[in-house]
């Protein structure tokens, strides 16, 4: 794989915005270079000061946690502003496509959608893996980028890594392993062998297992020249001075973290365990993430709007491919796994 050609023209020539703080780093006593505000913030606490455009100190921790270089590492606001990133990277608008293998997260076909970019699908089996014909398709395709997702949304399973090297070792394009669940997995990250493919991005997020989706956090792992394209082309202040104190903060309470993450994974199992002796439940699906993808019977929507009725929200994916019948079911608080499995006992159908 030749990076250069792989992204777009004018995003190779364009000169990036240089900001106040890429030009001046550190503090001065004074400073009154960026139209800032020196007396200060209302509401009390100080933002006056625009935050580092290159979180250099959550990076240096998840470089740390990752065990990848700085250099390795772009932050966004949420993984999502990676995935519109990597795809204005590589794709022109009505010209050039991008790979999914549904049934599969939402937010890359919206992502396309939004830029002009074409879509092409190659579903996965039904037991939502790649078939070797599906390989062969995904290696003789145009596309830029292809999105694997794994552990897969709305799935759950972890797509069999020989399939996903066969993938790195023949696409001519980016592959983007989006491993937002791999907290929860049973297999190591992609992120171990950046080295090997350089046509490799790994996106993971602070949304799930940290359990911060209300601040907006997500990390992709790639080549040095890979990231540099995207802080390139990021807004300049992309993730805020908040995010990134709270994320040190997050990064700090790992004992905190693997408490959650463990009581998550016992929730997981537990209802994964009992979900089979409910009598609509006609199928769960393996999960090596913080959800279940169960089948039910006879009718998944009449079982969502049963539980909806009872005040309990989960997701109707029964329209999704290859996910006739199913809901996807969050792990919550033990005591909301219980709620869950006693509505659905009761459920009266
Ligand atoms: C939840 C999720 C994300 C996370 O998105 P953020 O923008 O980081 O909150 C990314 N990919 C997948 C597959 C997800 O399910």
Same mark, same amino acid.
């Given at each position: ?15 990036? %915005? ?11 006593? &004074?400073?009154?270079?960026? *139209? ?37 590492? #772009? ?13 204005? /990277? ?19 076909? &919206? ?10 699908? &190659?579903?996965?089996?039904?037991? #939502? ?17 292809? =999105?694997?997702?794994?552990? *897969?949304?709305?799935?759950? *399973? ?12 023949? #696409?001519?394009?980016?592959?983007? &392993?989006?491993?937002? %669940?791999?907290? =929860? ?11 090997? =493919? ?7 997020? =602070? ?13 992709? #792992? ?69 959800? /279940? ?10 079982? %969502?709007?049963?539980? /909806? ?31 869950? /499995? ?8």
């Amino acid at each position: 794989m030749n990076l250069d050609e792989l992204i777009r023209p004018n995003v190779r020539a364009m000169k990036p %915005y240089a900001s106040a703080r890429d030009e001046f780093q550190g503090t001065a006593q &004074v400073m009154l270079d960026a *139209n800032e505000n020196s007396l200060g913030s209302v509401g009390g606490q100080a933002f006056n000061r625009y935050p580092d455009p290159l979180q250099r100190a959550v990076k240096a921790e998840v470089a740390r946690l990752k065990q990848v270089g700085p250099g390795q590492i #772009f932050l966004g606001n949420g993984s999502d502003e990676a995935i519109d990133l990597l795809l204005r /990277l590589t794709c022109v608008p009505a010209r050039d496509s991008i790979l999914i293998l549904p049934p599969t997260y939402g937010m890359y076909e &919206v992502a396309a959608n939004l830029n002009d970019v074409a879509i092409e699908r &190659v579903p996965l089996t039904a037991d #939502f893996q790649l078939s070797d014909d599906a390989i062969t398709k995904v290696l003789a395709s145009p596309a830029k980028l292809v =999105f694997v997702c794994s552990p *897969n949304n709305p799935t759950g *399973n972890l797509l069999h890594a020989a399939a996903v090297e066969r993938i790195l070792r023949g #696409f001519p394009g980016l592959v983007v &392993v989006d491993e937002a %669940y791999s907290d =929860f997995a049973a297999a190591p990250s992609w992120t171990s062998r950046l080295a090997e =493919f350089e046509n490799l991005v790994v996106l993971q997020t =602070f949304s799930k297992a940290w359990g911060l989706a209300g601040l907006r956090l997500g990390m992709a #792992f790639a080549s040095p020249a890979l990231i540099g394209y995207l802080n390139k082309i990021k807004p300049p202040y992309n993730v805020s001075e908040t995010t990134q104190q709270h994320a040190l903060a997050g990064l700090a309470d790992t004992t905190g973290f693997e408490q959650m993450r463990r009581a998550l994974l016992a929730g997981r199992e537990q209802l994964a365990a009992a979900l089979p002796a409910v009598g609509i439940v006609e199928h769960v699906f393996p999960s090596d993430a913080n959800f /279940l993808l169960v089948r039910f019977r006879p009718d998944a929507t009449a079982v %969502y709007e049963y539980l /909806l009725g009872r005040g309990i929200v989960v997701r109707n994916r029964t329209t999704q491919p290859g996910c006739a019948g199913c809901l996807r079911l969050t792990v919550g608080t033990p005591a909301e796994n219980q709620q869950l /499995l006693a509505a659905l006992h009761q459920y009266p159908g």
